[in-house]
C-alpha cells in the first residue's frame, strides 16, 4: 500500500505532467512547456533525436508545432514507476511544415505513442516518446 509521501510525490509528478501535456498539445505554447522541465530533455528513438538543455528543447518542440499546427494528444492510461510517469497516448496533427525527412504532405495522421516522463524526485529532466515512424510515415504517405 502506498504511502501518504509516495501519494505526495505522485500527485506532484501528474500535476506536472498534465501541465506539460497541456501547455504542448493544447496550448502549443513552448516556453510553458519548457517551464515544466527542471532540465528540458527529449529523447526521440524512432527519429535519433536527443535535444538536451533549454535552446534544443525550444528548437524541437517549435519544429514539432511547424509541423503539426494543430498537434493534439489524447492521454489514454497514466502509470507511475520509481522515477517516472509513464502515458499511453494518441497524438496527431495535419502535418503543413517538413518532419525529419519528410517535406509537407498536407495529411492527417495519428499514432499510438507511449510518453515516459523521467524525474528527479518532483523535477522532470527528460521526456521520453515512442511510437511507430512507420505507421507515421505511412499515413503521410511518405513510405
Known amino acids: 500500500m502506498a504511502t501518504t509521501a509516495t501519494d505526495s510525490l505522485r500527485a506532484r509528478r501528474e500535476a506536472v505532467v ?5 501547455a504542448e498539445a493544447e496550448k502549443h505554447d513552448v516556453a510553458a512547456a519548457l517551464a515544466t522541465f527542471h532540465h528540458p ?3 526521440v ?4 533525436i536527443i535535444a538536451d538543455g533549454s535552446e534544443a528543447v525550444e528548437s524541437f518542440l517549435n519544429g514539432v508545432l511547424s509541423a503539426f499546427p494543430d498537434l493534439w494528444l489524447k492521454p489514454l492510461k497514466l502509470y507511475h514507476a520509481d522515477d517516472a510517469v509513464i502515458v499511453e ?6 502535418q503543413r511544415g517538413p518532419l525529419a525527412d519528410i517535406a509537407p504532405t498536407g495529411r492527417t495522421m495519428e499514432v499510438q505513442s507511449v510518453l515516459i ?15 511507430d515512424r512507420a505507421t507515421i510515415r505511412q499515413q503521410l504517405g511518405a513510405n
Do not use: M, Q, S
Request: charged share 25%; glycine share 12%; with cysteine.
Open 45 to 48: 528513438p524512432a527519429n535519433g
Open 117 to 131: 516522463f523521467v524525474f528527479d524526485g518532483d523535477h522532470l529532466i527528460c521526456e521520453k516518446l515512442y511510437f
Open 41 to 43: 530533455r527529449y529523447e
Open 89 to 94: 497516448c494518441r497524438w496527431g496533427g495535419t
Open 18 to 22: 498534465n501541465a506539460h501535456i497541456e
